[in-house]
């Protein structure tokens, strides 16, 4: 007999690999690789939680229609039908790929993209090609070019993780426009929220002015719900209604229905964490370049300093470990001579900063 062995495509496939965490650390450690927000979850999300825990005997609705409607009332959403939720948004890249995609198809995504558009065209046999990015950020020509006839989705992390770069919104309607019918484009806006609600309803709208455009979203970044794994979607409605098809029965659990929905409407909260973003952000790209760690402009919740080689970055990647920091390598991105740090709480912020001054000053 022979031995039970995965498909070709699966075999070849490698898993995405986390931020992780500081193992054998003793101590605190201060956590500023996954793009967590500092102050956790809107207390209103976690009363919401605690409201519902003694029902989680229960399945919760199949149709997940007032988790829908929530969100779709909250964002400016007319029709809630053409909303899907998703355990984190990571379903809804699986699912789509695994809807219009497979073998001998071809998925597109800029060479410094978020890795699990790989992970999910390579397991589910579409060939993934990577598209060069100019300065870390995706080019519409460049885009266009390697678009062809076996091409059938183009994601775009608008604005991109690791790089924090991201197009305008004229760019996105230029590629709107000139891809093939047979493409679809999909937005993901993990971190949407961090450029701006008028942002967020540019990108909701893209969706309304093609049918070929997808609009993703996370609950994990912006939220502080990373570990009850919730994202939603918004779709054309032929698009939602196959997502609906094929999306496991009762995808989302109960806790994350009742955080998300008080969550989305917190407009408080999510302002306080973007404002502290916004302030904190620019202060640490101002202080890693005052270092000589060139840091380019990031839209996002972190920043990516450059260390001027994969030693150097290594180098200080082991001396902030040693500091109980701990920050994300991305040579797995391409990146090797770079490091993507998180814009955790003022104290963790400034304890990163002086870690770092005070190894750029010895090496």
Known sequence: ????????????????????????????????????????????????????????????????????ETIAEAVGIADSSRVVVSAGSDEIIHLLTQSYAGPGDEILFTEHAFSMYRVSALSHGATPVTVPETDLTAGVNAILGAVSERTKILFLANPNNPTGTMLPVEALEQLQDSLPPHVLFVVDGAYAEYVGPEYEAQIRDLVDRKA?????????????????????????????????RIRGPFNVNGLAVGAGMASIQDTDFLAKSRDHNTDWRARMIAALNAMGLPTPHSDANFVLPEFGSSERAAAANDFLKACNILVRAVGGYGLPERLRITVGSAHDNQAVLDALKEFTASR
């Open 212 to 244: 070929n455009t997808v609009m993703m979203r996370t609950f994990s970044k912006i939220h502080g719900l990373a570990a009850l794994r919730l994202g939603w979607g918004y779709m054309p409605a032929e698009i939602a209604e196959t997502y609906q």
């Open 1 to 68: 007999m022979t031995k039970i062995t995965p498909l070709p495509h699966i075999a070849q496939t490698k898993p995405y690999v986390p931020g992780g965490k500081l193992a054998g650390a003793s101590g605190s450690v201060i956590m500023l690789a996954s793009n967590e927000n500092p102050f956790g979850p809107s207390p209103k999300a976690i009363e919401a939680m605690k409201a519902v825990a003694g029902d989680v005997h229960v399945y919760p609705d199949p149709e997940y229609r007032a988790l829908r």
